[in-house]
């Protein structure tokens, strides 16, 4: 694909080279790779719903119940535990059923009642399922319990949770909170950045890029490899909107147009507790 370069807020880069608008020189910058562009992680379609959690909706409706900072709440959806299916050993990585099954386990009713997801909906955002380490005295022990840490992020209050999962007996045996604290961002996360700034006038530059490179408009982050970082403010650094970032859940992305060159956004931060998009200062 011919080299594109356009005075619009995304330059269309290939490889490690960006063309930077209002300058005469060029910059070289480190891009993601196109493997880190497009991570794994939990989807919406596959955020899982803790069982009887739709009891919990059910006076409430798509459009009529609002959650915090008054978006829609849509009511939870009924759903069994899953059965234990193959059990890892010892150190051994989670099986894949052991990542469902604690997943459910640590997302209790009471926390789907009250969370919020990234896009509104009820119940946190889920990013990590890890195997938990051992306590100091359990250390090298063949008969050490096996459990898991799992992560939300809720959107609610800005609250990083970690539940720890002991897969032998099926309960949840701590509960951590954490404000403050920000750690990578889910797939999930980076799809509903992308679409707050194509949303957003600030994002007239990316989809007018888009358009040049693909003759098509981009309206879905499903058009787009997304890469992305946290972001956190720093003093005096940023428009006075991103003065939250770090106690807010902010975001750079990294796109990419699927089969085609890197656009730069960096100058871009998308704020997903607010749901706000702001330019940083050049």
């Known amino acids: 694909m011919r080299n594109i370069v356009h005075r619009h807020l995304g330059k269309m880069v290939a490889g490690t080279a960006i063309a930077v608008a209002g300058t005469a020189v060029m910059v070289a910058v480190t891009l993601p790779g196109t493997a880190g562009a497009d991570d794994s992680g939990t989807t919406r379609a596959g955020r899982s719903v803790p069982q009887e959690a739709g009891a919990a909706g059910a006076g409430a409706t798509g459009t009529g119940a609002a959650g915090a900072g008054g978006r829609a709440v849509t009511p939870g959806v ?40 990234v896009d509104g909906e009820r119940g946190p955002e889920r990013l990590t399922v890890d195997l938990a380490e051992p306590e100091a005295d359990e250390a090298g022990r063949p008969d050490a319990p096996r459990r898991a840490d799992v992560t939300f992020y809720d959107y609610r209050d800005d609250t990083l949770v970690t539940r720890t999962v002991d897969l032998g007996t099926g309960k949840v045996v701590h509960t951590g909170t954490q404000h403050g604290v920000q750690p990578p961002l889910s797939r999930a996360e980076k799809a509903e950045a992308a679409a707050l700034l194509i949303a957003d006038p600030l994002g007239s530059g990316l989809k007018a890029d888009y358009q040049d490179a693909t003759g098509r408009a981009l309206t879905s982050p499903d058009q787009l490899q997304l890469g992305g970082a946290v972001y956190r403010a720093a003093p005096g650094a940023q428009p006075a909107v991103l003065d939250t970032c770090g106690e807010h859940r902010c975001v750079r992305l990294f796109p990419k147009v699927k089969n085609g060159p890197w656009v730069d956004a960096r100058s871009l931060v998308i704020d997903l507790s607010a749901r706000k998009v702001a330019r940083l200062g050049r």
């Open 78 to 117: 009924v759903e069994a535990p899953p059965a234990e299916g193959q059990q890892g050993e010892g150190r051994d990585p989670l099986t894949d059923d052991e990542l469902q099954r604690v997943e459910k386990i640590a997302l209790s009713r009471e926390l789907f009642r009250s969370g919020e997801s």
